[in-house]
């Protein structure tokens, strides 16, 4: 939307001045650099939104997993109760230790497991993090340049009103001179 009302002025501008040999080439210069940096900025700007969106997306998915994982490791622990209860009252040392053993080996991998999709979780945290900084940033420069594109608009617009009026100045001049000579002759 600001990209396209960015157009419409820089159109607007370019059709004031079309025929106007006062505008100098750093003016048009300034405008087109001007216009560039906003279609950069707005640019930049699209690009972060869709990367927080994405880390977001994943950052969701990694707390549904750490959620899953937390309720596996709930189920494990009680499982874990009912594997000793059963050893204890049947006695069978030696089913029970391997399948202990077995266990906790499963355990060690999901703990890993777990530990390792909690750091990825900390580190989408930090990103989003930055990337919300990025982004705020991003919006002040784009207010100081729309603050700046206003300011040339105003300048502008009032270079426009003063050629109006000399236009208007030499078409009365013009005309006046023309009745004096009418009124000579």
Do not use: P, W
């Amino acid at each position: 939307m600001c990209h396209t009302m960015f157009q419409m002025l820089n159109q607007i501008y370019r059709i004031f001045f079309r025929g106007s040999q006062e505008i100098s080439d750093t003016e048009k210069l300034a405008a087109v650099e001007m216009d560039d940096k906003v279609a950069n900025m707005e640019q930049q700007i699209v690009e972060l939104q869709n990367q927080n969106r994405e880390l977001r997306k994943q950052l969701e998915y990694n707390r549904n997993k750490e959620a899953a994982l937390q309720k596996v490791l709930c189920n494990y622990d009680n499982l874990l109760k009912k594997v000793v209860i059963e050893r204890n009252a049947k006695k069978e040392e030696v089913a029970s230790t391997s399948d202990l053993a077995s266990l906790e080996s499963a355990f060690c991998e999901l703990l890993q497991k777990y530990e390792k999709a909690k750091i990825v979780v900390q580190s989408f945290q930090q990103n989003e993090t930055v990337l919300r900084k990025q982004v705020e940033e991003y919006e002040d420069i784009l207010d100081k340049l729309r603050a700046k594109f206003a300011t040339y608009k105003t300048l502008s617009e009032n270079k426009l009103e003063v050629k109006n009026e000399m236009g208007v100045r030499k078409v009365r001049s013009v005309e006046g001179k023309k009745r004096r000579l009418l009124t000579t002759i």
